[in-house]
């Protein structure tokens, strides 16, 4: 079935919504009634009709609208886009495969005809046809990997494995919960997840390094990441702080419902097949809380997960000024009730 594209925007007037469809397809991030922090990774594979799961790259109702957001953010700061120069190869590799799973997934919206090394890309919902030589970055308007990002949802990092350890060699971030790429391109996989708070002790990132250094060809991995927003903003970047940080003074407990966000990452992480690098992709979905408690189980759900919450993440995720509010708000939509196992809604 075509997707409905909805106009809307992520900055100035808020008018992002997401229709009850979408909302019931949204990854909440939570399958028990307490917060319990672990690494969370599961083989990427295809999952069950309607859900973000379906296709392996996921395109919903805020395409245009998130591709038209993220023109406008690269016009302001051309820095949120980088790429080392020993990354070409990588950047191909990301090209076809983002191609591939966007064509196989929505046939009526994308279209990758190839011919020996002369392919030809067909994007509808942006109005876009071209065709171009592989591996001939002279023949696209831009980078190969800025040409594909700048029509895909979500932020994307390679990361090129040496000295037994990932280094953060390209990018396109745009839509990132409050880090720079600017700050961490050229840096290691400890370097940038530094500032974490408990996962180091507990070794989480050792662990997953491991298995990320053992990634294999064709079989992607996925985990979340969340943390909240107020208002529908994707660029919560550091270098635009000014414009989004006062915003969390603004929640009351009569607005909990409209301003605050849950904002779920999806990520999945891909072996590169030339490059032999890693493609991080980071999926970033937003919901408010009006929304997400015409879901009963979820709201039951983030309320007992807010307030088991430690106390460190609650201020590393930069929730302390509005954490109380919303558990608050949330208490009037649980009635204690059991929850059912699981992630998805009854």
């Not at 672990?38 to 999952?47: A, D, F, T």
């Not at 279209?111 to 023949?139: E, H, K, M, Q, V």
């Amino acid at each position: 079935m075509a997707i409905v594209f909805r106009q809307e925007t992520f900055r100035d007037d808020f008018t992002y919504r997401n229709s009850p469809g979408n909302i019931r397809r949204f990854p909440f991030p939570f399958d028990r009634d307490e917060y319990m922090y672990s690494v969370n990774m599961e083989p990427h594979v295809h999952g069950q009709a309607g859900t973000v799961y379906e296709s392996l790259i996921d395109v919903d109702e805020h395409y245009v609208a998130e591709m038209h957001d993220r023109a406008l953010v690269l016009k302001e700061d051309p820095l949120r886009y980088q790429a080392l120069p020993h990354m070409m190869a990588a950047q191909w590799d990301t090209l076809e495969l983002l191609m591939e799973e966007q064509a196989a997934g929505y046939p009526e919206h994308f279209t990758l005809i190839r011919n020996s090394d002369r392919w030809r890309w067909i994007n509808r919902p942006l109005g876009i046809d071209d065709t171009f030589t592989f591996g001939d970055a002279s023949t696209l308007s831009c980078e190969p990997f800025e040409y594909i990002t700048r029509q895909a949802q979500g932020d994307f990092c390679i990361v090129d494995q040496r000295n037994d350890n990932l280094w953060m060699d390209a990018g396109m971030v745009t839509t990132q919960a409050d880090w720079s790429l600017d700050f961490d391109i050229g840096m290691n996989f400890m370097e940038w997840h530094g500032p974490v708070p408990l996962a180091h002790q507990i070794g989480v990132f050792d662990r997953a390094l491991k298995f990320l250094l053992n990634l294999q060809l064709g079989k992607p991995t996925r985990r979340f990441n969340w943390t909240m927003t107020i208002n529908p903003r994707l660029d919560t970047s550091p270098e635009n702080y000014h414009k989004w940080g006062p915003d969390r003074t603004t929640v009351t407990s009569d607005n909990v419902g409209e301003k605050v966000h849950l904002r779920v990452e999806l990520q999945s992480l891909w072996r590169l097949p030339r490059s032999n690098a890693i493609l991080f992709v980071i999926r970033c979905y937003l919901i408010s809380m009006n929304e997400l408690v015409t879901v009963p189980k979820w709201a039951r759900r983030l309320h007992r997960v807010l307030k088991t919450l430690p106390s460190e993440l609650v201020d590393y995720k930069g929730l302390t000024r509005y954490r109380d509010n919303t558990i608050t708000w949330l208490s009037k939509h649980d009635d204690g009730a059991p929850t059912s196992p699981g992630i998805f809604p009854d």
